[in-house]
């Protein structure tokens, strides 16, 4: 998963792509802001929309998990809203 405009200024709006075969991918989980709770889950990645927007400044460790038949992959990234 990758994120563009991974800094900018509040309010902030970030596009994420995933990478790789989206039909490998069984589900897929996101916490966009590091609280603990997942914000989106879905088991259809096919035309997934990924886009979050940080109202506040701050930095922001987000966390996304992709399940495969292989296992989990964890993916984090920090997100810096100035």
Request: charged fraction near 15%; glycine fraction near 6%.
């Amino acid at each position: 998963m990758t994120a563009h405009q991974e800094c900018g200024i509040a309010p902030h709006t970030v596009n994420y792509q995933l990478e790789g075969n989206p039909d490998a991918i069984q589900r897929f989980d996101i916490d966009y802001d590091n609280d603990g709770t997942i914000d989106m889950t879905t088991t259809d990645v096919s035309s997934l929309s990924l886009q979050h927007t940080y109202a506040t400044p701050g930095v922001y460790p987000v966390t996304a998990w992709l399940t495969t038949a292989t296992g989990v992959q964890q993916v984090s990234l920090n997100i810096v809203v100035k």
